[in-house]
């Protein structure tokens, strides 16, 4: 049971590129979270799904999309990367108890110069 | 709207004295708090929850902390820290509906020998 993964946990993106991070859970959980923390911000909402094949905006949307394709998967994307998007970005999962405990990755730092 | 308020960015503490982080929040209901623990380049680990009930709940690692409506606050304590306790420590409330987490800013721990 490995939890809550991402994948890349680094990357390096210059001005204009895109990239997709990808989330992925083993606890079949329904809700899953995309997050980017900033030094002094704490951790604010980008996108998030409440099950497969939705998606809603959070907090910080502009600039990201996401997918939901698969319930064990929940996918951000970069279309043209701007260094404002310098971050770590999160991927949290949660069971449908709106009490319950949401489950947090590693964390993908990402760059862009 | 719901928001959460930690007031103190960063505190030294030494080892073996005890620990009390603020936290204040803003909510119009019975809210559901969290506490959550990051070390340096790691991803999010629960301390404790408070639904409803006893007022004063007990985490993980000799974690606590006391709701107290009147106040407005979930403050997290400790009696005596270690040395591995230094991290940065998030509060957190569910969102009306229940879909995300809104998180303070953190407060950064250091423990001092």
């Known amino acids: 049971n490995a939890g809550v993964t991402q994948t890349p946990k680094f990357r390096v993106l210059k001005t204009g590129q895109s990239m997709t991070l990808l989330c992925a859970q083993d606890m079949n959980h329904e809700y899953m979270y995309w997050y980017r923390q900033d030094p002094g911000m704490g951790l604010r909402l980008i996108h998030y799904s409440v099950g497969e094949g939705t998606t809603a905006k959070g907090e910080v949307p502009d600039g990201y999309n996401v997918s939901r394709l698969k319930k064990q998967n929940f996918l951000l994307g970069l279309e043209s990367a701007a260094p404002s998007q310098t971050s770590v970005y999160f991927c949290a999962s949660r069971n449908d108890d709106s009490r319950g405990t949401q489950y947090f990755g590693p964390g993908t730092r990402l760059l862009v110069l | 709207a719901q928001s959460v308020t930690q007031p103190d960015i960063h505190i030294t503490v030494s080892e073996g004295a005890s620990l009390e982080l603020r936290c204040n929040y803003s909510y119009g209901a019975t809210p559901y708090l969290f506490w959550y623990v990051q070390s340096p380049g790691q991803g999010l680990q629960l301390l404790l929850k408070?639904?409803?009930?006893?007022?004063l709940v007990q985490g993980i690692k000799g974690f606590e902390a006391e709701f107290k409506r009147s106040q407005s606050s979930f403050n997290l304590r400790k009696p005596s820290v270690h040395w591995s306790d230094a991290a940065e420590y998030f509060c957190?409330?569910?969102?009306?509906?229940?879909?995300?987490?809104?998180f303070g800013k953190g407060t950064t721990l250091s423990v001092s020998s």
């Open positions: 408070y639904f409803s009930g006893d007022t």
């Open positions: 957190a409330v569910v969102k009306q509906a229940g879909t995300a987490l809104i």
